[in-house]
């Protein structure tokens, strides 16, 4: 007897600690749905059969253990640069520590391939795209179509290109791609068509969208979590670290340096020849590689560290942690160094594992959205003539039935926003002109919303 009842207390304690560690409650759940991707030339999707986000969360004291595909729920792809991959299942489970410590020790540098996990599963790679400057041969190495570098693929030189302006032309809308079937983002997580200045053509024919998508008006979101434990945030925070003042965009500390040349380098703006399929001439702009920047301390409290990180209050921990923003410019284009890095400020190791040795408690989700989301919901355009979006600006913890009425109350048209989604949208081009109303419900909430159709 009393060993169930010592049982009891040790299942109520690890429910509690579910419910208060984000690092465990965060994580978008499925079990049922598939993803879906783009081939080059055709805009409609295709299913490919992978089960999207995490199918399932486990924890005990110390660790939260996340069984992924590592597959979004938005589509991925088309990647137009010459990758021949598509986003594969990658059957991981990733351990990550519930209780995250500083390093007070020489500070890890992030590495090639992951380095953390969004909500939704899907991989964080940071800057480096394993390409960088051979000062032997006066050329790019590694990589597609290049020769190999000093010490080998993935061996740092002098120059290391950046992805995230390097290969602009090979992210989908989501911005992000596939690195031998590990679909990854280096970057902030939401469409390039959502940007206030849009640098990529990718979304005008594939219509993805992304994780969520930036509300300079709220708190961005938690969207993933470091290799060393510690959370990841979107674009936005409050602007003074106690949790008080407005919500302001948080800046990276990195600064391109003032050079005109690169020390065993090439010149800044020289010009290359690229051979392959996507050869061409080439522009080294500065920024184009990761060494172009330097990092400058700034107290003021909405500058990050050398980490790209800060010690704040947010939403999910009103008693303030250790957290890494995805850093943008005044336009919601990404900046150096992304999301984390070029260091991180915990302890960092390889958190994907086999399988899970200890004994756990499954987590299972009981989302919603609330009441401020869904008010934050954006039509448009309005009135439209022949297609209506349904925009959330939120993370999308559960699935959205959305429904067409005209005014005599009649369903005319459905559709959903999956979990892990923020657009959904339909077609209009049958319907006569007049008003209607669109009805957006979760398990909780409704919402219904004037629409004019003009034809």
Same mark, same amino acid.
């Given at each position: 007897?009393?060993?169930?009842?010592?049982?009891?207390?040790?299942?109520?304690?690890?429910?509690?600690?579910? &419910?208060?560690?984000? /690092?465990?409650?965060?994580?978008? &759940?499925?079990?049922?749905?598939?993803?879906?991707?783009?081939?080059?030339?055709?805009?409609?999707?295709?299913?490919?059969?992978?089960?999207?986000?995490?199918?399932? =969360?486990?924890?005990?004291? +110390?660790?939260?253990?996340?069984?992924?595909?590592?597959?979004? /729920?938005?589509?991925?792809?088309?990647?137009?640069?010459?990758?021949?991959?598509?986003?594969?299942? &990658?059957?991981?489970?990733?351990?990550?520590?519930?209780?995250?410590? !500083?390093?007070?020790?020489?500070?890890?540098?992030?590495?090639?391939?992951?380095?953390?996990?969004?909500?939704?599963?899907?991989?964080?790679?940071?800057?480096?795209?394993?390409?960088?400057?051979?000062? #032997?041969?006066?050329?790019?190495?590694?990589?597609?179509?290049? !020769?190999?570098?000093?010490?080998?693929?993935?061996?740092?030189? %002098?120059?290391?290109?950046?992805?995230?302006?390097?290969?602009?032309?090979?992210?989908?809308?989501?911005?992000?791609?596939?690195?031998?079937?590990?679909?990854?983002?280096? &970057? #902030?997580?939401? /469409?390039?068509?959502?940007?206030?200045?849009?640098?990529?053509?990718?979304? #005008?024919?594939? %219509?993805? +969208?992304?994780?969520?998508?930036?509300?300079? +008006?709220?708190?961005?979101?938690?969207?993933?979590?470091?290799?060393?434990?510690?959370?990841?945030?979107?674009?936005?925070?409050?602007?003074?670290?106690?949790?008080?003042?407005?919500?302001?965009?948080?800046?990276?500390?990195?600064?391109?340096?003032?050079?005109?040349?690169?020390?065993?380098?090439?010149?800044?703006?020289? =010009?290359?020849?690229?051979?392959?399929?996507?050869?061409?001439? !080439?522009?080294?702009?500065?920024?184009?590689?990761?060494?172009?920047?330097?990092?400058?301390?700034?107290?003021?409290? +909405?500058?990050?560290?050398?980490?790209?990180?800060?010690?704040?209050?947010?939403?999910?921990?009103?008693?303030?942690?250790?957290?890494?923003?995805?850093?943008?410019?005044?336009?919601?284009?990404?900046?150096?160094?992304?999301?984390?890095?070029?260091?991180?400020?915990?302890?960092?190791?390889?958190?994907?594992? #086999?399988?899970?040795?200890?004994?756990?408690?499954?987590?299972?989700?009981?989302?919603?959205? %609330?009441?401020?989301?869904?008010?934050?919901?954006?039509?448009?355009?309005?009135?439209?003539?022949?297609?209506?979006?349904?925009?959330?600006?939120?993370?999308?913890?559960?699935?959205?039935?959305?429904?067409?009425?005209?005014?005599?109350?009649?369903?005319?048209?459905?559709?959903?926003?999956?979990?892990? !989604?923020?657009?959904?949208?339909?077609?209009?081009?049958?319907?006569?002109?007049?008003?209607?109303?669109?009805?957006?419900?979760?398990?909780?909430?409704?919402?219904?919303?004037?629409?004019?159709?003009?034809?």
């Amino acid at each position: 007897m009393r060993y169930v009842f010592s049982l009891n207390i040790l299942l109520f304690t690890m429910g509690l600690v579910a &419910q208060t560690n984000p /690092a465990i409650s965060s994580w978008l &759940q499925n079990t049922t749905g598939t993803g879906s991707f783009y081939e080059a030339g055709n805009s409609t999707a295709i299913d490919n059969g992978i089960l999207y986000n995490c199918q399932l =969360v486990e924890y005990s004291d +110390d660790f939260v253990y996340v069984h992924t595909r590592g597959i979004p /729920a938005y589509p991925t792809g088309p990647f137009q640069d010459g990758n021949p991959s598509q986003a594969e299942d &990658q059957n991981a489970i990733y351990r990550i520590p519930l209780n995250p410590v !500083q390093n007070t020790g020489t500070p890890i540098e992030t590495n090639a391939g992951n380095i953390g996990v969004f909500i939704n599963g899907v991989s964080l790679f940071d800057w480096r795209d394993g390409v960088a400057w051979n000062p #032997n041969t006066g050329a790019l190495c590694g990589g597609p179509g290049n !020769q190999p570098c000093p010490g080998g693929p993935m061996a740092e030189q %002098d120059w290391n290109r950046d992805a995230i302006p390097a290969e602009r032309a090979g992210f989908d809308c989501s911005k992000a791609h596939p690195a031998m079937g590990n679909y990854h983002h280096h &970057q #902030n997580p939401s /469409a390039f068509k959502l940007d206030l200045d849009v640098i990529s053509d990718v979304c #005008n024919l594939y %219509d993805a +969208d992304g994780l969520y998508a930036i509300d300079p +008006d709220k708190h961005s979101p938690l969207i993933g979590f470091a290799y060393d434990g510690f959370p990841i945030y979107g674009a936005y925070g409050f602007k003074n670290s106690d949790g008080t003042g407005s919500i302001t965009r948080m800046k990276s500390s990195y600064y391109l340096r003032d050079i005109s040349t690169r020390e065993n380098g090439p010149d800044v703006d020289q =010009v290359i020849t690229v051979e392959g399929p996507n050869g061409g001439q !080439q522009t080294l702009f500065l920024g184009y590689f990761r060494e172009d920047y330097e990092y400058i301390e700034n107290s003021d409290s +909405d500058y990050l560290d050398e980490h790209n990180g800060r010690f704040c209050v947010t939403p999910e921990y009103p008693d303030g942690t250790y957290a890494y923003f995805t850093t943008v410019d005044e336009n919601w284009n990404s900046t150096y160094p992304y999301v984390v890095g070029p260091t991180f400020y915990g302890n960092a190791e390889n958190r994907s594992v #086999n399988s899970v040795t200890e004994s756990t408690e499954v987590y299972i989700s009981t989302s919603t959205l %609330d009441i401020e989301s869904f008010s934050k919901l954006t039509i448009f355009p309005n009135p439209s003539s022949d297609l209506i979006a349904i925009q959330m600006n939120d993370i999308v913890k559960t699935d959205l039935n959305i429904e067409l009425i005209d005014m005599a109350g009649r369903l005319v048209k459905g559709t959903k926003i999956i979990q892990g !989604q923020t657009i959904a949208y339909i077609d209009i081009q049958t319907l006569y002109t007049g008003t209607y109303y669109i009805k957006i419900t979760d398990q909780i909430n409704t919402l219904i919303k004037p629409v004019v159709i003009n034809r």
